[in-house]
């Protein structure tokens, strides 16, 4: 059995940054791709930043040249480092990794990160 979890959240000042965590217990042989994704209140949840088993990194239009996502497979740890921070950031963070092997589309409990203006 795979678990997620994530941390770094917390409460910010606008023009701050943080760095999220997500570290998966289990064992696991293949990851087709991990990812962040944010929800704010009243808004549906939305990719953020992704990336793949190759390296490639793709990001939300409303993050980029701002957030980073990396990874260390050695950890099985994906993180996502937020600069320049606004209030508009502010949401609940999961992370999200589709595994080949064990199979299946596991996510974390969320991370609150609030950005103050």
């Known amino acids: 059995q795979v678990h997620l979890v994530e941390s770094g959240g917390g409460l910010v000042k606008a023009g701050g940054s943080l760095r999220l965590i997500c570290a998966a217990s289990?064992?696991?042989?293949?990851?087709?791709?991990m990812a962040w994704y944010r929800q704010a209140p009243g808004k549906q949840r939305e990719l953020v930043a992704v990336?793949?088993?190759?390296?490639?990194?793709n990001y939300a239009d409303s993050v980029k040249g701002r957030f980073t996502i990396s990874r260390d497979n050695a950890k099985n740890t994906v993180y996502l480092q937020m600069n320049s921070l606004s209030p508009e950031d502010t949401a609940v963070y999961y992370c999200?990794?589709?595994?080949?092997?064990?199979?299946?589309?596991?996510w974390g409990q969320g991370t609150q990160v609030t950005v103050s203006s």
């Open positions: 990336i793949t088993s190759g390296g490639i990194t």
């Open positions: 289990g064992t696991i042989f293949s990851i087709n791709a």
């Open positions: 999200n990794w589709k595994i080949v092997l064990p199979l299946g589309d596991y």
